[in-house]
């Protein structure tokens, strides 16, 4: 009988593992064993649910994720855009002696390339008397043609005209919101009375705690303006010329001078570097301490809205070990026959590592296409809503503004997606773990 040379073992398990390895370029062995993992899982109804359940789980965690980070940064615009167009950016207000010659200082001010433009103001505050109703009210003495450089008031003017207030022949005329002409009953053209506390200075040291009697002025309505929660209640204009003959000014002095910047969000630092080459004591004032409640609750609300769904696209990840572990069970066969081969430890880890990432990839690819979707048409989607069910979400009697926006930005989409992956990934570090360390010769000696 002829010899028969039977072929090295060790030699056989390398060429095949070789060949495998070699499949494709562009499809190493672990990713092609992961893809058939993938699908083969299907035959099995529950570990084909646990699956299902982590990648929508993802997706919506994704998608709701980018909605209210879009929501937020609608809010931050609105903030920005339309509410500090009313509201002073910043403001320089005189500690003691009014700032004299304001038309230079506006220019010295507006010599700064941050700053857009400035106007001169002083504030009044007061209360404003129709037949038996009164009303409390803050007061600003602007210019006219100045203040319309600085604030976007002219553009909420639903009666009467913004410019009345410097063409009104008797200087007497005032603009009120419409929250003030509703409270008071009062129409364009009606004659009010404004209560305002005494300007006079006692000398007499004795009589210093004497309330003094109230300065009352007599003045038209010659505007209302609509802009939308409480400062339709509290606002009220008159002309400068006006206001510094109550407070007894001389021409061409001032109060403050309001400013208004190319990025009011950099507005504390902008007033400050501005104050210090101000030749003049002045109170610092921007609208961080009136509105910065407003942003720091939008704040707030991002990083709360941001941590929860976090958390919720978290829960929904780590569903991916309940899937990787079934899988590890169900592959201890192929794991020992592959190890047999010489497949490495780092080869059956990132086996199940891809297979783990296919849900977070397709969750997170899911979710955040509906994202980015439902984020670009949030705000027709909710007034369609309103429109249907006849309600209303936002009141702009309650609020500066009467429905909900998004902005999507496209940095938020990234954060959110990778998030989401870099979850998913670390849901299958333990799974892939536990599966390098099968023992080939307990599981074959079992089948």
Do not use: C
């Amino acid at each position: 009988m002829s010899n028969v040379t039977l072929p090295n073992t060790s030699s056989a398990k390398n060429n095949i593992l070789n060949s495998a390895t070699k499949l494709s370029v562009f499809k190493p062995l672990s990713v092609f064993l992961a893809l058939r993992y993938v699908r083969s899982r299907h035959g099995n109804g529950f570990s084909t649910f646990i699956s299902a359940s982590s990648t929508i789980g993802i997706a919506l965690g994704t998608m709701v994720l980018i909605i209210a980070l879009s929501t937020m940064n609608g809010f931050e615009r609105e903030l920005a855009h339309k509410l500090l167009s009313i509201v002073p950016h910043a403001e320089l207000m005189s500690v003691a002696k009014p700032i004299p010659n304001w038309p230079l200082r506006v220019k010295e001010v507006e010599d700064n390339p941050q700053v857009i433009a400035a106007a001169p103001v002083i504030t009044l505050t007061g209360m404003m008397q129709h037949k038996t109703q009164l009303k409390a009210l803050e007061i600003r003495g602007v210019d006219a043609h100045l203040e319309t450089l600085v604030s976007d008031i002219e553009n909420y003017m639903v009666e009467g005209n913004w410019q009345a207030l410097d063409n009104n022949s008797t200087n007497n005329g005032i603009i009120i919101g419409m929250g003030v002409a509703k409270k008071l009953s009062v129409n364009l053209g009606d004659k009010v009375q404004i209560l305002l506390p005494s300007t006079n200075i006692v000398d007499n040291n004795s009589k210093k705690n004497i309330f003094a009697a109230p300065l009352k002025r007599n003045v038209k309505i010659v505007g209302i303006f609509k802009f939308g929660g409480t400062i339709d209640e509290t606002l009220a204009y008159i002309s400068l010329t006006q206001a510094a003959k109550i407070k007894g000014y001389q021409p061409g002095e001032t109060q403050g001078i309001r400013l208004k910047f190319d990025n009011v969000f950099a507005a504390p630092s902008i007033t400050r570097a501005i104050a210090y080459n101000f030749n003049h004591y002045v109170y610092i004032l921007d609208w961080t301490r009136s509105q910065g409640a407003v942003f720091n609750d939008i704040q707030m609300v991002r990083m709360v809205m941001f941590i929860v769904l976090v958390l919720v696209i978290a829960v929904a990840s780590f569903n991916i070990v309940s899937t990787l572990i079934m899988a590890v069970n169900d592959k201890k066969g192929d794991i020992a026959i592959l190890k047999t081969m010489g497949a490495s430890g780092k080869l059956i880890m990132l086996t199940f590592i891809y297979q783990g990432l296919v849900n977070g990839l397709l969750g997170s690819v899911i979710g955040g296409a509906l994202g980015v979707v439902l984020a670009l048409n949030l705000a027709d989607m909710i007034a369609f809503v309103e429109r249907l069910f006849t309600l209303k979400l936002l009141s702009a009697d309650v609020y500066f503004i009467d429905h909900i926006p998004s902005q999507l930005n496209m940095s938020d989409v990234y954060i959110t997606m990778i998030t989401a992956l870099t979850m998913s990934f670390l849901a299958t570090l333990y799974p892939a773990w536990r599966a390098t360390k099968v023992e080939p010769a307990q599981v074959l000696g079992q089948l």
